[in-house]
């Protein structure tokens, strides 16, 4: 019901930023919760952060080890939701994907997943 593309992935040094973007197909994106997720090499995938679908408010969560670096924003008029990544670590490097909710956010019951894109952070 909905498709999810994702953008943004790269090599960046350590203290670097990046930013994520997933675009969504269909003309119920404003009815989704969004999140991301991320897996690194050997290590099993890890919810990152989420944020609901109200235009307004702060109901978002956000990983420990991510909190304060990372914010997660979406824009509904464009069908997309954002992951800014800032002062970004070699431990952040991992396959980040991006997750679809119907209704309020939770880790299960996942709708829809992104492809995933590769963030390397290396010196």
């Known amino acids: 019901q909905v498709q999810l593309a994702e953008s943004g992935g790269g090599l960046v040094q350590p203290g670097g930023s990046l930013r994520l973007s997933c675009a969504a197909s269909g003309r119920t994106f404003s009815d989704y919760a969004m999140g991301w997720f991320r897996q690194a090499p050997g290590k099993e995938r890890e919810f990152v952060t989420a944020?609901?679908?109200?235009?307004?408010?702060?109901?978002?969560y956000y990983a420990d080890s991510v909190k304060g670096r990372f914010t997660i924003f979406r824009d509904n008029a464009k069908n997309t939701v954002y992951l800014q990544m800032n002062s970004l670590k070699p431990e952040d490097t991992a396959v980040y994907y991006c997750a679809a909710r119907w209704g309020r956010w939770s880790e299960v019951d996942i709708d829809s997943w992104g492809q995933g894109t590769q963030v390397t952070v290396s010196s």
């Open positions: 944020v609901n679908a109200g235009w307004t408010g702060d109901n978002r």
